[in-house]
């Protein structure tokens, strides 16, 4: 839902379809950022024989913005080559593989990296190797291990890994996708006159699924400008403008210059706030582009639905919506960044510019584990959302809260929310998430393997 | 822009092999029509991409195998787009490269070729 499939086209070309970004001062490396671009949805670990992987006609980026104009001043740019050893089996491993140089594994990837800044590009590494795709207790018997082989090192200070990974995001879609249902909150939904319902925990559609990763290390100094420690950080994929299927040698073939088909920043921009007329186009877009959508930030249809879904739960959002005042607090939050003395001790503004980024102020140190708030901001932790997104952080509930009028006091301090409003949430937690991240880089967890989860 | 002997399309008389551009080549594998257009490829012709577009998203910088697209641009396929034979507006694709012209009398011919 962050925004998996969350547009009609980038819903039918999975492999370019980004589905989260988290960006986080590195908790056990704090001079560093962590910036991580989730790709290739919803992916059910059984999947072979054709196990989940990059794709290698396609162009992932990960861009910083770090003068507030909504443009990339840095991209991260990543290719990915893959190697078939044996064509004539269909296996994708003969037997156990047990390292990244396994002649057991028949098909694998590589990856360079580059660095683009202005008219500058420079390749930073070549032929890094992916770790496989977690299959079972026979074909990857160590995952962890593989995993953690895969994490390069490209000096500079620069870390990277790119492959699968445990899905972090939870979120609760089967119920939230039948017509904004919660089910903590559902014996209170309007059920459109068919029978009640009875409120529920929640579930977490994407347990047990696995994503693929791009995850990079970086020095704060190396991505952010003196004297503005805010940056600004979104994803991108891109594909040539051509493809034509050579259906004599049975491939694709790809032309021209490559042209943007997926974009994330913040999460549940696209997914829930932009129409469903305009969903592709966002994803064409740049950030800097974004003022032509800000209408539909500062007037959410999601919380005009609210007071309807959950009749006489929202009355004082029923009334802000009926007034038509923009909501500025939400358009601060995902398209400028929090300006100084509206939270004391706190701000990520990036001028007035206004464009989706994951804005992330790198001067606030990272939140004790322990001390760690899941609603981030929202719950007095300013080392999380919408301070950047770290991999736990539960950006339905902090999103829904906002929507439904929580933050709308930070410019309004007469506005008073309805007490349901600070409770909304899906019901999941990340304990929802059964794979738990890492507490190294790249954080996200052990993929699921095929064999233990196998529907 | 192309030079107009550089993308015109020999006779139907040259093979369709990989080193001569010829309509049956030019059509091989690529025959995608748009609701505006008709699109082509052939392999290995000598189109020359005088007017490669730079993107204009988000990243100014070329994207990575641009750097490289101008040594490289002719050892794989040429697609052409023709996107109104009316008008002759035609798009010549290349590697990471991109041109566009404006031909009435090769756009006529391509649409010819097919009919």
């Excluded at chain 1, 992916?130 to 870390?159: E, F, K, R, W």
């Excluded at chain 1, 004391?344 to 990036?350: C, I, L, S, V, W």
Aim: proline share 9%.
């Amino acid at each position: 839902m962050s925004s998996h499939r969350e547009a009609p086209e980038i819903s039918k070309d999975p492999v370019a379809d980004s589905t989260d970004v988290y960006a986080f001062v590195s908790p056990d490396k704090p001079d560093t950022v962590t910036l991580i671009a989730n790709y290739i949805p919803l992916q059910g670990p059984a999947g072979g024989p054709n196990f989940y992987e990059f794709g290698d006609d396609v162009l992932y980026e990960i861009h910083v913005d770090n003068n507030g104009d909504g443009r990339a001043d840095i991209s991260y740019q990543f290719r990915f080559t893959t190697h078939v050893a044996n064509p004539d089996t269909f296996l994708y491993n003969t037997g156990p593989i047990e390292s990244l140089n396994s002649p057991n594994w028949n098909r694998r990837q590589s990856y360079d990296v580059a660095v683009a800044s202005g008219f500058s590009r420079r390749v930073i590494g070549t032929g890094l190797a992916c770790p496989p795709c977690n299959i079972g207790p026979l074909s990857t018997p160590d995952y962890a291990a593989l995993g953690a082989q895969a994490v390069h090192g490209l000096g500079g200070g620069i870390t990277v890994f790119a492959g699968q990974r445990a899905e972090a995001f939870y979120v609760d879609l089967g119920s939230i996708f039948d017509l904004g249902d919660l089910r903590p909150f559902e014996n209170l939904h309007a059920t459109f006159g068919l029978p009640g319902l009875k409120a529920a925990p929640g579930v977490n559609a994407t347990n047990h699924l696995n994503v693929h990763s791009i995850a990079i290390r970086v020095p704060i100094s190396s991505v952010r400008r003196s004297g503005h420690p805010t940056i600004g950080v979104w994803t991108t994929a891109s594909r040539q403008r051509v493809r034509v299927w050579d259906a004599d040698n049975g491939e694709n073939v790809d032309s021209g210059p490559f042209r943007q088909v997926s974009r994330l920043g913040n999460p549940l921009v696209n997914e829930v706030l932009i129409p469903l007329g305009h969903k592709d186009q966002w994803n064409s877009l740049p950030p800097s582009d974004d003022k032509r959508f800000a209408a539909y930030v500062a007037n959410p249809g999601l919380a005009a639905l609210l007071p309807v879904l959950y009749p006489g739960v929202f009355p004082n959002l029923a009334a802000l919506v009926k007034s038509g005042k923009p909501r500025a607090d939400l358009e601060a939050i995902l398209l400028t960044g929090i300006p100084a003395g509206i939270i004391p001790g706190f701000q990520n503004f990036t001028g007035p510019v206004q464009a989706d980024m994951l804005r992330l102020n790198t001067s606030v140190p990272p939140t004790p584990a322990g001390k760690q708030s899941i609603f981030g901001l929202l719950g007095g932790d300013a080392g999380g959302f919408p301070n950047g997104r770290r991999v736990t952080d539960d950006v339905v509930a902090i999103e829904l809260r906002a929507l439904a009028g929580v933050t709308y006091p930070l410019i309004d301090k007469t506005f008073k929310p309805d007490a349901a409003a600070g409770l909304l949430t899906d019901g999941l937690t990340p304990a929802s998430v059964s794979s738990p991240p890492l507490g190294q880089f790249p954080y996200l967890g052990v993929p699921y393997s095929g064999y233990d989860n196998p529907s | 822009m192309p030079s107009q002997d550089a993308m015109r399309a020999p006779g139907p008389e040259a093979s369709g092999s990989a080193g001569g551009l010829s309509r049956r080549s030019l059509l091989q594998g690529a025959a995608t029509a748009g609701a505006a257009g008709l699109a082509a490829t052939a392999l290995g012709a000598v189109a020359s991409p005088a007017l490669a577009l730079s993107p204009p998203g988000i990243s100014r910088p070329p994207a990575p195998d641009q750097a490289h697209a101008r040594g490289k641009a002719h050892a794989g396929p040429i697609v052409v787009h023709v996107r109104d034979a009316r008008s002759g507006d035609i798009e010549v694709f290349s590697g990471t490269s991109q041109s566009r012209v404006r031909d009435k009398d090769l756009a006529a011919r391509i649409a010819r070729v097919i009919g």
